[in-house]
């Protein structure tokens, strides 16, 4: 079937630059719409018909993931109040953790976390070494998942996720899912990724067909979404771009979508910046969190659309809404892009707002992590745990295995980023451990963003690092094979060239 094509028009311009029109190409296939809804109703089908086996209708409970959103573009953790309105009304009904980190700076890692209880170290699926002849691993399979227990408990379980890249089945992410609807998703879609008004879409019609008021499903559901529209490339939409004179398309990533990203201009300045030879310009700095921004405010308007809809889609006060971000994005900080590269607080500080019994409105500043969260919601619905792992109390782990393999062709980058780093913070003091290399000390209260390494060890901090490292036994998931589609998901989004 031929695409449809629709040319969106924006205008950008630089610093000292006119004004210009940029045609930008979004391809379609309308019979992966079709497709889509399809796939949906023929999975939905058997399970909706399957009895609860004597489990009483429990609360059902949807788990909305923002990939790559940081946590300082919310009013709660700081931002701009006019920046995300919809996500802002949202935390004003929900329990806000302002101290929430991400367990890893990338998917995989991060949603490993969400998925199982553990730190990656622990459930295996992170990144691999320059010299391995893959790309990253899956999650272990003896790593029980949230999934897998929510369906032995009667729950209907279900996953529509836009990352095609690191939420493909492949990496084990999928297990336990009844239904998991990732990678035919963006068939034909020039942005390598479904926006968010199809997650959204698919979510109320998924929502719709469980909760039918005349023949509900006589199971709770759990529903998991994971929208993608953060992640680059980034697509500033008119109407979601606040200044458009601040955006160069020379400077933004994806030459698929910007004729003038073909120059190469961003792949220059992004091996420049990396490579730890410059900072980055005003300019690039500008069109970058311009860009990011507006894709802010396009998912905030999407989520902001499935959150005002679920009342009306059976989503009660009885039920639980928990919303967070996997991790967050670098914007030229630290000389730094992207997110699967270190461990500062750009990628790791991000958002956690759970709504539900039990879940007061409010703020709570007590440390969290993203391997919490299963546990939160199992204990909210009065299961049993799935990890052994203690809560959070005190100390935060987050951590890091290498960079993105396109990346470690380039010497330079080599050098700099094929590493193992852990980050430790403990009452606002951080340390960045890497395994053979220097370590970095910062006091997060006075320097938060991170920019004065503290020269003096802070000896309870590192007692409790090393203390944390011995405790904990490495995993290693296997190495799956790619096959060309696979591949093309990962060079879709930056992650292979």
């Not at 946590?71 to 806000?96: I, M, S």
């Not at 860009?291 to 959150?307: I, M, P, S, T, W």
């Not at 007061?360 to 919601?377: A, F, K, M, R, Y």
């Not at 799956?480 to 879709?492: F, G, I, M, N, V």
Request: proline share 8%.
């Amino acid at each position: 079937m031929t695409p449809l094509l629709f040319t969106l028009s924006f205008t950008f311009g630089c610093d000292q630059g006119p004004r210009r029109e940029v045609p930008l190409p979004v391809r379609l296939e309308t019979r992966a719409l079709h497709r889509d809804t399809f796939t949906l109703d023929r999975g939905l089908k058997p399970m909706i018909a399957t009895p609860a086996a004597g489990l009483t209708r429990g609360p059902d409970v949807v788990v909305i993931v923002l990939d790559t959103f940081r946590a300082d573009r919310l009013a709660a953790y700081g931002g701009d109040p006019d920046l995300a309105p919809n996500l802002n009304k949202f935390a004003e009904t929900a329990t806000v953790f302002t101290a929430m980190r991400a367990t890893g700076s990338w998917t995989l890692p991060s949603h490993g976390s969400l998925f199982t209880g553990e730190f990656p170290m622990e459930h295996g699926g992170h990144g691999s070494p320059a010299d391995a002849a893959t790309k990253a691993y899956a999650l272990s399979t003896d790593v029980p998942t949230l999934a897998e227990r929510l369906t032995e408990a009667g729950w209907g379980t279900v996953g529509i996720a836009a990352n095609r890249a690191f939420l493909d089945s492949i990496w084990g992410l999928a297990r336990g899912f009844e239904l998991w609807m990732c990678e035919g998703l963006s068939a034909g879609h020039e942005l390598g990724y479904a926006q968010g008004d199809r997650i959204t879409g698919l979510a109320q019609a998924a929502l719709t067909r469980w909760n039918k008021p005349e023949a509900p499903a006589p199971r709770p559901l759990f529903l998991f979404l994971n929208y993608m529209d953060t992640h680059t490339p980034w697509v500033p939409r008119e109407g979601y771009t606040a200044h458009p004179e601040r955006i160069d398309a020379q400077f933004l990533p994806g030459a698929r979508l910007w004729p003038q990203a073909k120059k190469g201009r961003w792949n220059r300045s992004r091996i420049a910046i990396l490579s730890n030879k410059r900072d980055a310009t005003k300019a690039e700095r500008e069109t970058w969190e311009e860009a990011y921004n507006a894709e802010v405010r396009f998912v905030d308007a999407q989520v902001g659309a499935l959150l005002d809809s679920l009342p009306s889609l059976g989503v009660g006060p009885e039920d639980y809404v928990i919303l967070l971000s996997d991790h967050g994005e670098f914007l030229g900080e630290h000389r730094l892009l992207e997110h699967s590269k270190d461990l500062y607080d750009e990628v790791l500080r991000v958002p956690l707002m759970v709504r539900g019994p039990g879940f007061s409105p409010g703020l709570n500043p007590s440390p969290i992590q993203t391997h919490d969260v299963p546990e939160l919601i199992l204990a909210a619905l009065g299961l049993p745990p799935l990890s052994d792992e203690p809560p959070t109390t005190d100390l935060q782990v987050s951590e890091l295995y290498y960079a993105r393999h396109r990346d470690l062709g380039v010497p330079a980058l080599k050098e700099r980023f094929d590493r193992v780093r852990r980050s430790f913070v403990l009452n606002d003091q951080k340390l960045i451990l890497t395994e053979g290399g220097p370590s970095e000390r910062y006091d997060l209260r006075a320097d938060p963003q991170e920019l004065r390494p503290l020269a003096e060890p802070n000896p309870a901090l590192e007692d409790r690092a090393r203390a944390w490292s011995e405790g904990h036994v490495p995993n290693q998931g296997a190495a799956p094979t790619l096959d060309a589609a696979q591949e093309e998901r990962l060079k879709a989004l930056g992650y292979m060239n």
